[in-house]
């Protein structure tokens, strides 16, 4: 149990899915709870069409949707909302110190719930034509190339998700994975095969964007012979995995695996007594939405117990 003058009896960093969860939980255990957001809640999910496989939506759910009600019931139990980017988690002092762009907080117990945010190439001409070619966002940007082809980089189930989720408004999706396998589910890679619009570029890498103003071609590589290829496409979705936000911990006392993931046990205790993590930020994180608001919720929980000692 905690005694600790603090401002907020919990804060949570983060405010998508997972910090909404832990805020619903901790505002309904008549914890204090703020959550610090860097620009709207929702996180991932504000950028997913529709949620397929979320339990109690038979026939999906729109992300948008669903993170305007995660983030109404959190608030209608009394969650706070502040829109301040975090800067850095003083963890050495009780109460912790959250310091953000704007001033800093203090609470007794502290949520790590951040996330992570989509992998880059990092080759010549992605930045360039970046918002003008190059894309991350399907449901975003995929209006852009009706009835015009695109390509997508990736061979997990972002990509052929995204792929499919494509094929409805272009003419033609071609798929570029740098391996002759997929690493996408069973089900999504079959609904991939079936699609009479998305066709495959196997053992292939994109070594290039190139343009005049906008996107008009990638230089592509074949990984087993080394030969070079142009290939004519206005667009590219590039959907290559994730890595966690916990720029803000890098100097800190709050271990992490070798990828920047924060180490928790089961119950999304850090090695800092009072500082939870829950997510996809997590090691371990099944980066799943169900399994996301599952962590927010045991956190939340773990929390109220370290600060109650109930
Ligand atoms: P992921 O599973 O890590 O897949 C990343 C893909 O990008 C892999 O195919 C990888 O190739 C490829 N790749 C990585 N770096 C590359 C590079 N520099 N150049 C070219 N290709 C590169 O990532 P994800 O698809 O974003 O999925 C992340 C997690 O979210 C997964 O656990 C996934 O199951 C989950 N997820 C689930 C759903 C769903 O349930 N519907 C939807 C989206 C995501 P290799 O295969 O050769 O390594």
Known sequence: MTDAKADYDVIIIGGGATGLAAALYSARAMQKTLILEKIA????ILITDVIENYPGFPDGVTGP?????????????????????????????TPKVVVTSDGQYTAKAVIIATGGEHNK????????????????CATCDGNFFRNQPVAVVGGGDSAVQEALYLTQMTNKVTLIHRRDQLRASRILQERAF?????????????????????ME????????????????????????????NTQFLHNGSIRLDGGGHVITNIRMETNVPGIFAAGDVRA???????????DGITAALSAYHYITGE
């Open 41 to 44: 809640c929702g996180g991932q």
């Open 65 to 93: 949707e669903l993170a305007q009600l995660y983030e109404k019931q959190a608030v209608k139990a009394g969650a706070e909302v502040k829109y301040e980017m975090v800067e850095s988690l003083r963890t050495d002092q």
């Open 121 to 136: 190439l990092g080759v010549p001409g992605e930045e360039t034509y970046a918002g003008k070619g190059v894309s991350y």
């Open 194 to 214: 079936a699609s009479p619009k998305l066709e495959f570029k196997w053992n292939t890498m994109v070594e290039e964007v190139r343009g005049n103003g906008l």
């Open 217 to 244: 071609s990638l230089l592509l590589k074949d990984v087993n012979t080394g030969d070079p290829s142009v290939f004519h496409v206005p667009g590219l979705f590039v959907f290559i995995g994730f890595h966690p």
């Open 284 to 294: 371990q994180s099944d980066r799943q939405l169900g399994s996301a608001v599952g």
